[in-house]
């Protein structure tokens, strides 16, 4: 079986009230936590509105997590296409992966917020298609094809190369996929990989076991091959010793997110908000689609369950989040990679089969044993110190250390 990778997907959702300057810079120590843990990848967003979501440039923020970081791969989660002349989204993404020595991952999408399409005065009937001819033209410029000219009603080039190319030989593109068959029609057609965003909602993951079959459809009708490797899944989580640990750290911040943000600023079709703390937290992991209240354990039987629905996938990023307290939050992350990853790509097997063979061949290992004794006994100098060493243990009192009860209570 191939190794599932993890990541994490800083949006970010900040809750409002917090200093900007260092929200961001949490988001960049996030970052650096993630590549000591040895996570594969850390994906970041670009919106401009609704408070709680205040990255603007992916491609900045990256820049500097690429200073931080060591291995990690770092995509775009995703820059918004219609919003940006296509030449220039492709010179940020080559001097991106120069910065990070080869780490870019591309990520794009129509733009997620109806709020920042009509800030910009963009139709969003147009957006969708705008983001498929700018993949088109982005590519053939990461390629490094000949000259082109290309005329379009919201953007023009003539005689059009860049004069740098990537790091990379062929970047790693990406596209986000919501419920509808858009985003995975439009992976096929480019032949690029996918970052399923919907499965954090029911209607998302009630569409995902079919959402492969428009990327294999599409890709065949226009002569590319798409691969289940680069298909990239978004779960959230919040990870703790126990259940009931796991659930009082996250209430409320969960329990704001949801009925701040998702119901009451997004206003998001068929969410309603909790009437509690504790009924958010409760409800999380039903109507929440992908998100796990829990233990590692919880964690490993919901990943095993999303690999079995969607028929296989890549990558597991994990969605950020401000549910818990920043220590809490941390230690979340540092579970996942100690217990969640290892176990979910059966790292352990082999230590554990290595223990089961000691334990049920005990008899040789007691032979073996058998052996040294035999030759010791057959010196008399080897038999004398072992003698000595058995007397000196026997002789020593069960609790040799200093006794310090008496002096305590005289003050001594």
Not at 124 to 132: F, G, K, L, T, Y
Not at 152 to 158: A, D
Not at 206 to 232: C, I, M, S, Y
Not at 257 to 268: C, I, K, Q
Request: charged letters at 25%; proline letters at 5%; one cysteine or more.
């Amino acid at each position: 079986m191939a190794r599932v990778k993890f990541g994490g997907f800083v949006a970010p959702h900040h809750p409002i009230g917090e200093h900007p300057t260092l929200q961001l810079q949490r988001d960049l120590e996030l970052a650096e936590h993630l590549d000591r843990l040895g996570y594969d990848e850390f994906w970041c967003g670009e919106h401009h509105s609704t408070g709680w979501e205040v990255i603007a440039s992916p491609e900045m923020f990256l820049a500097a997590a690429g200073e931080r970081t060591h291995r990690i791969k770092l995509g775009t989660g995703v820059v918004s296409l219609p919003y940006h002349h296509p030449f220039n989204v492709a010179q940020r993404m080559v001097q991106l992966d120069h910065m990070t020595r080869g780490r870019v991952i591309f990520g794009s999408g129509p733009g997620a917020l109806p709020s920042d399409a009509f800030t910009l005065g963009i139709d969003p009937m147009v957006q969708r298609d705008r983001q498929d001819e700018a993949i088109g033209v982005i590519r053939k410029l990461l390629r490094g094809e000949d000259r082109f000219d290309h005329e379009s009603e919201w953007f023009t080039l003539k005689d059009a190369r860049l004069q740098l190319l990537p790091v990379q030989e062929d970047m790693p593109f990406a596209v986000a996929s919501m419920i509808s068959p858009s985003g995975m029609t439009l992976a096929g057609k480019h032949g690029t990989g996918v970052l399923s965003i919907g499965s954090m909602s029911s209607a998302g993951l009630q569409a995902l076991p079919t959402q492969w079959g428009f990327a294999e459809t599409a890709a065949k009708e226009h002569g590319n091959v798409v691969n289940r490797d680069d298909w990239r899944v978004v779960m959230s989580w919040h990870i703790a010793e126990t259940e009931a640990q796991a659930q009082e750290e996250a209430k409320n911040g969960l329990y704001r997110w949801h009925n701040e943000y998702t119901v009451g600023t997004l206003m998001r079709p068929g969410a309603e908000a909790y009437a509690s703390p504790d009924e958010a937290v409760q409800s999380a992991g039903v109507e929440g689609g992908g998100a796990i209240v829990g233990t590692p354990d919880d964690l490993i039987k919901a990943v095993r369950d999303m690999l079995e629905l969607t028929g296989g996938f890549g990558t597991v990023i994990g969605f950020a989040h401000d549910w818990a307290n920043r220590e809490a939050t941390l230690r979340s992350w540092d579970m996942v990679a100690r217990y969640v990853i290892p176990e979910v790509n059966g790292m352990l097997d082999n230590y554990r089969e290595s223990q089961r063979y000691v334990i049920e061949n005990r008899e040789s290992f007691d032979r073996a044993g058998e052996a040294v004794m035999a030759k010791i006994m057959e010196n008399e100098k080897a038999v004398e110190a072992l003698s000595e060493q058995d007397d000196a243990q026997a002789a020593m009192p069960a609790h040799h250390a200093p006794d310090l009860t008496d002096k305590a209570q005289s003050g001594g």
